[in-house]
């Protein structure tokens, strides 16, 4: 399994940011993929999830109505398009599979994050 994040950078408050994520090694279109986030001391916080087929979303409070998460299953990609961003967005963001296996096990898969940084 592998995920690579990419679309991060530095931006001003209000303004947009998209993240992508290129997955590889599974069967993308058979799993909900998450965009999680963590800052410095901070603990590992859920931003979105999408269903497989993409129909389902689920945000926290904090970004709901300004960021909006989607998958391409034909191009293994999940994206976060971040509108109307907070100096509080600012953190690495990380795309994130989980895996059960046969015996109930699960197993989370991480990308290696992409750094969002909203100042003024």
């Known amino acids: 399994v592998q995920l690579v994040e990419s679309g991060g950078g530095l931006v001003q408050p209000g303004e947009s940011l998209r993240l992508s994520c290129a997955a590889s090694g599974f069967t993308f279109s058979g799993y909900t993929m998450n965009w999680y986030r963590q800052g410095p001391g901070k603990e590992r916080e859920l931003v979105a999830a999408?269903?497989?087929?993409?129909?389902?979303?689920n945000y926290t409070d904090s970004v709901k109505g300004r960021f909006t998460i989607s998958r391409d299953n034909a191009k293994n990609t999940v994206y976060l398009q971040m509108n109307s961003l907070k100096l509080e967005d600012t953190e690495v963001y990380y795309c994130?599979?989980?895996?059960?296996?046969?015996?109930?096990?699960?197993?989370?898969?991480w990308g290696q994050g992409t750094q969002v940084t909203v100042a003024s």
């Open positions: 999408v269903s497989s087929a993409g129909g389902s979303t």
């Open positions: 994130n599979v989980r895996m059960t296996s046969r015996w109930g096990l699960k197993y989370d898969y």
